[in-house]
């Protein structure tokens, strides 16, 4: 029996570990759950589920919870005995130190959290090794990559690009308003996700910090990585050698997959390829801005223009998802930002430490946007 535990068990990624995990009940021992703030789903669920522990991240609602298997955050790092696989569904860049103090207790850390990998760096990935954790990601794109390496890959060197391919969204194909509503905008044509990350699919913001985050799993040079678009979602990323042979990675649009095959267990679904008919677009830049600058950051900015990115966009999605701003603010707010001289000089900060990354995390936390 393995032992497991989930932060962000609350959200999309972890009620579907859950999923996972009820399936395969015998295998795993579950060691704890947690949540931010939604006390009552988390209640709910250890009732459901029976884990040792439960813990909120947000401190302020311990009160309202009556549960004798609730401790405190700084209690579960006390744990000597390393947790086989710890899943990390928990959303934003908040999420990082949190996860940094999880490499210590966890043998594997299966990691849907991109802003941790894009904030941390390989501060981040050297903090793993030295802890001894294995960093398995299962952001869909990067599982089927790391996967396709780990297994199927000689060498790195022959890998000519790599395409992360995008779902294209609800308005690939349709105009997109300016003041367009919360609802259409997370409304997105295959995957049930959590709202952050739907209103980042829509504009290709998420695809451009799976662009980052590919960088850092991967550490490929900026040239190497791209974005196409496939409607179905059933692509998840192609890989194309040297010798121009294209690898694209299939399998049907469930986080079950990339989870189920990172804990080792098999996924059953009776499912084929029968009349299943693919196509592949870019991304127009006039439409979706941010794929160029995307880019553009990739290319010219060192890690710091990645983390300023990712907290700008994320401060604008919460705006935008608190009715303060309009939806097309957070796309002309990104572009205007990124062609300021102070951001731009920020951008191109070279990172040797955590504490550098915490100053420019900082700098974007407090910027006014
Ligand atoms: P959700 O919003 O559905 O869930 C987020 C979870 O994290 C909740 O349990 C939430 O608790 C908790 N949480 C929120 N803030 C913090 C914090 N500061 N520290 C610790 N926990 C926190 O998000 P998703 O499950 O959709 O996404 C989670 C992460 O996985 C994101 O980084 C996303 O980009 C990535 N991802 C998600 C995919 C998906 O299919 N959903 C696919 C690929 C990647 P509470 O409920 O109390 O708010
Ligand atoms: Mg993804």
């Known amino acids: ?21 009820s399936k395969n009940k015998k295998k795993f021992k579950l060691i704890f759950l947690s949540a931010h703030r939604n006390y ?53 860049y908040d999420a990082l130190d949190l996860n940094i103090k999880l490499l210590k207790i966890s043998k594997k850390l299966l990691i849907a959290n991109k802003e941790t990998i894009i904030c941390g760096g390989d501060i981040f990935l050297n903090l793993a090794k030295k802890n001894n954790c294995k960093i398995i990601p299962i952001d869909s794109e990067h599982h089927c990559i790391d996967f396709f ?9 022959i890998i000519k690009k790599i395409y992360l391919i995008a779902s294209g969204g609800p308005f690939y194909e349709k105009q997109i308003k300016y003041n367009e509503k919360i609802k ?14 739907s209103v980042n699919s829509s504009n290709f913001s998420n695809k451009v910090l799976e662009m980052f985050e590919a960088k850092i799993l991967f550490n490929l040079p900026p040239e190497k990585i791209d ?25 049907y649009p469930k986080m079950e997959i ?14 084929n390829l029968d009349n ?37 966009n994320e401060r604008l999605v919460d705006l935008y998802l608190a009715k303060k701003i309009m939806y097309g603010d957070i796309v002309a707010n990104l572009v205007k ?33």
């Open 276 to 312: 299943i008919s693919l196509n592949f677009s870019k991304p127009k830049n006039n439409k979706f801005p941010l794929v160029h600058l995307g880019h553009k950051i990739l290319k010219k900015y060192s890690n710091s223009g990645m983390i300023i990115f990712t907290v700008f």
């Open 258 to 271: 990339a989870i189920s095959n990172s804990l080792k267990i098999q996924f059953n679904e009776n499912k």
């Open 149 to 157: 390496m780990n297994n199927f890959l000689q060498k790195k060197e």
């Open 227 to 251: 974005i196409l678009v496939e409607r179905k979602s059933m692509v998840h990323a192609i890989i194309q050698l040297e010798n121009n042979i294209f690898f694209p990675i299939v399998h």
């Open 184 to 197: 259409n905008v997370i409304k997105h044509p295959v995957w049930s996700m959590g709202k952050t990350i």
């Open 40 to 92: 009552k789903k988390l209640i709910a669920q250890s009732k459901k589920y029976n884990p040792k522990n439960i813990f909120l991240t947000n401190e302020k609602f311990y009160k309202k919870i009556k549960s004798r298997k609730l401790i405190k955050v700084k209690n579960i790092f006390n744990n000597s005995n390393k947790i086989d696989y710890v899943i990390s569904g928990a959303s934003g």
């Open 337 to 369: 930002l990124f062609n300021k001289k102070t951001i731009i000089a920020k951008s191109k900060i070279k990172i040797n430490s955590i504490k550098d990354i915490k100053s420019i995390l900082n700098f974007a936390k407090n910027y006014k946007l």
């Open 1 to 21: 029996m393995k032992t497991i535990a989930i932060v962000g068990s609350t959200g999309s990624i972890g009620e579907t570990s859950l999923k996972v995990i």
